[in-house]
T-cell receptor, first 117, second 114 residues
Framework: EPEVTQTPSHQVTQMGQEVILRCVPISNHLYFYWYRQILGQKVEFLVS????????KSEIFDDQFSVERPDGSNFTLKIRSTKLEDSAMYFC???????????????FGPGTRLLVL | AQSVAQPEDQVNVAEGNPLTVKCTYS??????LFWYVQYPNRGLQFLLK??????LVKGSYGFEAEFNKSQTSFHLKKPSALVSDSALYFC????????????FGTGTRLKVLA
C-alpha cells in the first residue's frame, strides 16, 4: 500500500539554524499538507499546498516557514531560523484530487521529530 | 470556529470487552469527521470517516463510529478490544467548504489490558 514517507525521522539543530524537512507524498496525490504536534499538545495545521502554491495557512505559519515542491516527488518544509518553540513532531500529509477539490481523507507520514537546542 | 474535544486522556479496557473513545465537535456547516490511530514511532493511520449518509460508519481493524448530529458527537467503538488496539487515537474534523485543513482533538490513549 502506498505510504507518505518523511526524512529525517529525527533532527537536532541549534537555535537560529535553518532546517529542511522532507516528505515524499503518495505518488498520484496533488494536495499536500504540513501539521505539527508539540509534545503533549494537539496536532495543529500549518499549511496546505496545491498546484505549486499555498492554498491555506495557519497563523503559526509565519515568515520563518516556507514550503516547496522542488521536483515531482518531494515536498519540503523549511524553517529559516529555528526557535526553541519550533521543537515538535512535524507531519506531512497528502490527498488525492477530485473534481471538487481534495479528497476528504488525508494520508499522513510517520513524522519528523525536530529538537531545537 | 471549528473545534474537537476528546474528553478522556486515557481509556482502559479489558481485552474482549467493548471499547468507546469519545469525540465531540463544533463546526459550521456539515462536518467531515475522521478517526486516526497512532502507534509508537508511526504516523497517523486513517481508521474511518463520516462524510454523509449512514450515521454508523465502519472502518479498519473492526472499528466503527457513530455520527450523532444532535449531540455533535462521533464516538469510536469496537465490540471486542484486542491488546494490539492499544495506541493513541485522534479525532479530527474538517469543514465541508472553504477549508481543507483538519482540526484535531488532543488524542486519547487506549490501553487494552490482557
Amino acid at each position: 500500500e502506498p505510504e507518505v514517507t518523511q526524512t529525517p525521522s529525527h533532527q537536532v539543530t541549534q537555535m537560529g539554524q535553518e532546517v529542511i524537512l522532507r516528505c515524499v507524498p503518495i505518488s498520484n496525490h496533488l494536495y499536500f499538507y504540513w501539521y505539527r504536534q508539540i509534545l503533549g499538545q494537539k496536532v495543529e495545521f500549518l499549511v496546505s499546498f496545491y498546484n505549486n502554491e499555498i492554498s491555506e495557512k495557519s497563523e503559526i505559519f509565519d515568515d520563518q516557514f516556507s514550503v516547496e515542491r522542488p521536483d515531482g516527488s518531494n515536498f519540503t518544509l523549511k524553517i529559516r531560523s529555528t526557535k526553541l518553540e519550533d521543537s515538535a513532531m512535524y507531519f506531512c500529509a497528502s490527498s488525492e484530487r477530485t473534481s471538487g477539490g481534495p479528497q476528504e481523507t488525508q494520508y499522513f507520514g510517520p513524522g519528523t521529530r525536530l529538537l531545537v537546542l | 470556529a471549528q473545534s474537537v474535544a476528546q474528553p478522556e486522556d486515557q481509556v482502559n479496557v479489558a481485552e474482549g470487552n467493548p471499547l468507546t473513545v469519545k469525540c465531540t465537535y463544533s463546526v459550521s456547516g456539515n462536518p467531515y469527521l475522521f478517526w486516526y490511530v497512532q502507534y509508537p514511532n508511526r504516523g497517523l493511520q486513517f481508521l474511518l470517516k463520516y462524510i454523509t449518509g449512514d450515521n454508523l460508519v465502519k472502518g479498519s481493524y473492526g472499528f466503527e463510529a457513530e455520527f450523532n448530529k444532535s449531540q455533535t458527537s462521533f464516538h469510536l467503538k469496537k465490540p471486542s478490544a484486542l491488546v494490539s488496539d492499544s495506541a493513541l487515537y485522534f479525532c479530527a474534523v474538517r469543514g465541508s467548504s472553504g477549508t481543507y485543513k483538519y482540526i484535531f482533538g488532543t488524542g486519547t490513549r487506549l490501553k487494552v489490558l490482557a
